[in-house]
């Protein structure tokens, strides 16, 4: 079994959609793990059906019984993330801005506050319509820990895989290169770097191939609507063969991704020419590079 990451230095790179395609292209040999938990738009294109649902738990929230509350503010005074409100003279949390410290709570003199576990969102199995399976989720708005959450959701794809036998994990990961990417480029076999020919594309490239390089990680990469700007273009294959990245192809500027889309359709299921072609030789050299390692 494979770990295939595809990930971005930026977003709107054209990332998700590849993934889903090369999803599709894989068929039932694929199980997708959708790890953009910040911003998961997998789901749009694979026809999830939610079929197992669990609430995820990370971190704490403080909480006041008011019952027990003899309304003396201490706990406001000292709470650096204003996090505590008044409201009809009772004090309340916001849980948008409680980080859990629990400092109010020690310093309670009536011990009516205390700290509970935290629900930080959602992950989810589903059978989709590859004839495989998704794992994937859905942070809390204003929820941290995003990387347990992708962690998460990368060992049940990884049992699941094991369990039926599949021959490649398929991983969407976040853009850019905080907690949730290092989470999901650990244990990864090959990643795929999506790009784009502009100033900040080849920037962030080069800082999520820097991030890529600490896990000692074989990496191609695809430069999307590459046709948009040659000459950065040409500056990004150049990058690409200093640093030993596979160039894997070069994506022109297609509103067909975009239609597919609207349709909640890959671009391998909507174009049946060029693009297909393009995309299926993408999907073969990453499968004869992975099983190269």
């Not at 990864?188 to 920037?203: D, I, K, M, N, R």
């Amino acid at each position: 079994m494979k770990e295939i990451v595809i990930i971005s230095g930026k977003g709107g790179t054209g990332k998700t959609s590849l993934t889903a395609a090369f999803a599709v292209l894989g068929g039932s040999d694929v199980v997708v793990a959708d790890c953009d938990v910040d911003a998961a738009d997998m789901h749009l294109l694979m026809n999830p059906d939610f079929d197992y649902t669990e609430d995820f738990y990370s971190g704490e929230l403080a909480f006041i019984e008011q019952s027990d509350c003899i309304r003396c503010g201490k706990c406001k005074d000292v709470c650096r993330f204003d996090a505590i409100n008044i409201k009809l003279n009772r004090f309340f949390i916001d849980p948008l801005s409680c980080e859990g410290c629990g400092y109010c709570a020690r310093i309670c003199p009536a011990h009516c506050i205390r700290n509970k576990e935290r629900l930080a969102g959602q992950w989810f199995i589903s059978n989709i319509k590859t004839g495989s399976f998704m794992v994937h989720a859905r942070l809390g708005i204003g929820a941290e820990n995003s990387g347990k959450l992708v962690a998460k959701v990368k060992n049940e794809a990884k049992e699941i895989a094991l369990e039926e036998r599949k021959d490649f994990i398929l991983v969407d990961g976040s853009p850019g290169i905080g907690c949730p990417v290092v989470s999901s480029l650990s244990g990864a076999s090959f990643v795929v770097l999506v790009t784009e020919p502009t100033v900040s594309g080849l920037h962030d490239l080069k800082r999520v191939y820097e991030l890529v390089k600490k896990f000692n990680i074989k990496a191609g990469c695809i430069i999307n609507k590459a046709d948009i700007n040659p000459v950065k273009c040409a500056e990004i294959a150049q990058y690409l063969a200093e640093e030993g990245i596979v160039h894997l192809a070069d994506l022109p500027y297609d509103e067909s991704f975009t239609k597919a889309m609207t349709q909640g359709q890959t671009i391998v299921e909507y174009d049946h020419g060029f693009l297909k072609d393009l995309v299926t030789d993408s999907w073969e050299k990453v499968k004869r590079l992975v099983c190269e390692e």
